[in-house]
C-alpha cells in the first residue's frame, strides 16, 4: 500500500498508473503501483538503487517492450487512453512521451539531423524553411541555440556532454511531446551542467509533464513539485515534494531521506 500524503490536492492527470506490476522473467521488479503523473507538474522518483524507478519509469513509455524478459501488468493510460492496447502505436507514443536517458545518447549525425530526424519521420514539417523553425525552436527551448547556432553541421557527438544530454531534450521536444521521462539525466555531468539541466527542467515544467528519476535528493527538492518515494518495487510513498522532505510519514522514507540508507 502506498501512503498519499492527505493534504495532497488534486491535479489534472496526463497519465494513470494502476496496479501496475512488472517481472523479469519470474522475478517481480515492480509490485502494485498506482500514480497519477500530474500534467503540470515535475515528479520525481526517488529510492534506493535496484527499487524499481527506471523500471516503472520505462512503463509509461512502453521502453520495456524491448526488453525480451520484461511483462507488464496492470493499466497505463495517456489521457485516459490505454498505453498497452495492441493497436497503440509504439513509435507515436514514444514522440508523445519522450526519454531522455543517463548517458546522453546523440545520434551519429549532424547537431542539425538530431533535431531534425523526429520532425520528418512524424511528418511534423514540410519543408526546409519549416524544419529550420523547428531546429531552431526546440534547440532554443533546450538553452542550446546560441552556442550551436554556428555549427549545426558538426556531429553531435562533438558537444560537451552538457551540451548532448541539452541536445536529446531539444531531440524529445521537436516532435512536441506531452510527457518528458528523464531517467537520471544529470548522472553523467559535471555540477555546472547539472545546475543547466536542473534550469532547463523549470523552464519546461508547466509546459510538459515531466518524471525524473534521481539519485539525489537535492535535486528531486530542487526540481520536483511532486515525489514517489520507490523501496523494494513498491512505492511507499508519495505527496509535494516539500511534504515528502520535510514531514515523511513511513519509517523506509524517513530513514531514506535521513540518509540511513540508499
Ligand atoms: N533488463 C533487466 N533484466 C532483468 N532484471 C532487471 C533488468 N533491469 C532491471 N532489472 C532488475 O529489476 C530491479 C529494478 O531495477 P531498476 O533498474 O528499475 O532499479 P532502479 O531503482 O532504477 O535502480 P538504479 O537506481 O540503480 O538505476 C533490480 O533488481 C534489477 O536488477
Known amino acids: 500500500m502506498t501512503v498519499v500524503h492527505p493534504n495532497l490536492e488534486k491535479t489534472d492527470a496526463k497519465m494513470s498508473a494502476r496496479e501496475v506490476s512488472v517481472y523479469y522473467g519470474d ?31 520505462r512503463t509509461l513509455n512502453r521502453m520495456n517492450d524491448t526488453i525480451p524478459s520484461a511483462r507488464v501488468e496492470g493499466s497505463i493510460t495517456l489521457d485516459g ?5 495492441s493497436k497503440m502505436d509504439v ?5 508523445r512521451v519522450g526519454m531522455v536517458f543517463q548517458k546522453p545518447n546523440p545520434f551519429p549525425k549532424s547537431i542539425y539531423d538530431n533535431i531534425a530526424y523526429g520532425p520528418k519521420i512524424h511528418g511534423l514539417a514540410s519543408g526546409k524553411t519549416e524544419l529550420d523553425e523547428v531546429v531552431e525552436k526546440s534547440l532554443r527551448r533546450a538553452g542550446l541555440w546560441n ?4 555549427r549545426l553541421e558538426d556531429s553531435g557527438t ?6 548532448q544530454q541539452r541536445l536529446c531534450i531539444a531531440r524529445a521536444i521537436a516532435v512536441d511531446p506531452e510527457v518528458i521521462l528523464m531517467d537520471e539525466p544529470c548522472s553523467a555531468l559535471d555540477p555546472i551542467a547539472t545546475a543547466k539541466i536542473e534550469e532547463l527542467i523549470d523552464e519546461l515544467n508547466g509546459s510538459y509533464a515531466i518524471v525524473i528519476v534521481t539519485h539525489s535528493m537535492q535535486q528531486a527538492a530542487r526540481v520536483s513539485q511532486r515525489t514517489a518515494f520507490f523501496h523494494l518495487g513498491k512505492m511507499v510513498e508519495y505527496g509535494r515534494t516539500s511534504d515528502i522532505f520535510t514531514n515523511p510519514l513511513e519509517e523506509r522514507t524517513k530513514d531514506y531521506i535521513t540518509g540511513r540508507y540508499g
Open 81 to 85: 487512453e490505454d498505453v498497452y492496447r
Open 91 to 95: 513509435v507515436q507514443l514514444r514522440a
Open 27 to 57: 522475478k517481480k521488479a515492480i509490485d502494485e503501483v498506482s500514480i497519477d503523473i500530474p500534467t503540470k507538474y515535475v515528479t520525481a522518483f526517488i529510492g534506493p538503487s535496484g527499487c524499481g524507478k527506471s523500471t516503472f519509469l
Open 147 to 150: 552556442e550551436v547556432k554556428d
Open 158 to 163: 562533438a558537444l560537451s556532454g552538457g551540451q
